[in-house]
């Protein structure tokens, strides 16, 4: 599967962004799908995912505030975040896995490229 993020871009602390991650090459409704972070100088994280069966999973970091979707019709992505903070800056990726472990960063191995996402003022 080949995967396509897009929707970054400069937004102030408390504002809203969303995030899309269009797919191809299979069958889209067969992968779990995540959306990672990574900031400057840290690691990649595990974000956000969602299951071939529409359950979830959030970090602590972003519950309440990010919202993972998926329209298997159209094999896309989302991610609505609101109430964004400095913290939350960071290159996001979407990725997809088939691992039963779809909440583990580590079962994810297809990558999209990078959005940036920069929370100023």
């Known amino acids: 599967v080949q995967l396509q993020a897009s929707g970054g871009g400069l937004v102030q602390p408390g504002g809203s962004l969303g995030l899309s991650c269009a797919a191809s090459g299979a069958t889209f409704r067969h992968y779990h799908m995540g959306w990672f972070r990574q900031r400057p100088g840290q690691e990649r994280d595990l974000v956000a995912a969602v299951n071939r069966s529409g359950g979830t999973y959030y970090a602590d970091s972003v519950k309440g505030r990010f919202t993972i979707s998926r329209d298997n019709a159209k094999s896309t992505l989302y991610l609505q975040m609101n109430g964004l903070k400095p913290e939350d800056t960071a290159v996001y990726y979407c990725?997809?896995?088939?691992?039963?472990?779809?909440?583990?960063?580590?079962?994810?191995?297809?990558w999209g490229q990078g959005t940036l996402v920069t929370v100023s003022s």
């Open positions: 990725a997809a896995s088939q691992n039963v472990n779809w909440r583990v960063a580590l079962w994810y191995n297809y």
